[in-house]
């Protein structure tokens, strides 16, 4: 099991950035894909991002792919999600998840574990 923090969450103004960490507990941190995903007022959860440590794989939503990249320091047991030329449609919840599946996962339900989401506001 390990146990997810995130922080990093603002309100920001479109064109704007933000970074986004997640800091996870347990010594197991580079046996797990780490995601970020997110969940806006009204909307259902969505997948955002999500780094494989096997190989280094990464995968982005359409929505927000070349704006925003995700990255992971197994030294510090950190993700982070550095997030460029926001715009208002980003303003969420966004939520750091973990899953022992070896690859990149883009389904929310196969996260077993999750942090408590951080705010993500972005004004136009």
Not at 21 to 35: E, L
Not at 62 to 79: E, L, Q
Request: charged share 15%.
């Amino acid at each position: 099991q390990v146990q997810l923090v995130e922080s990093g969450g603002g309100l920001v103004q479109a064109g704007g950035s933000l970074r986004l960490s997640c800091a996870a507990s347990g010594r197991t941190f580079s046996s797990y894909t780490m995601g970020w995903f997110r969940q806006a007022p009204g909307k259902e959860r969505e997948f955002v991002a999500c780094f494989s440590w096997k190989g280094g794989s990464t995968s982005y939503a359409d929505s927000v792919k070349g704006r925003f990249t995700i990255s992971r320091d197994n030294a510090k047991n950190t993700v982070y999600l550095q997030m460029n030329s926001l715009k208002p449609e980003d303003t969420a919840v966004y939520y750091c998840a973990a899953t022992i599946i070896l690859a990149p996962v883009r389904e929310g339900s196969y996260y077993s574990n999750w942090g408590q989401g951080t705010q993500v506001t972005v004004s136009s």
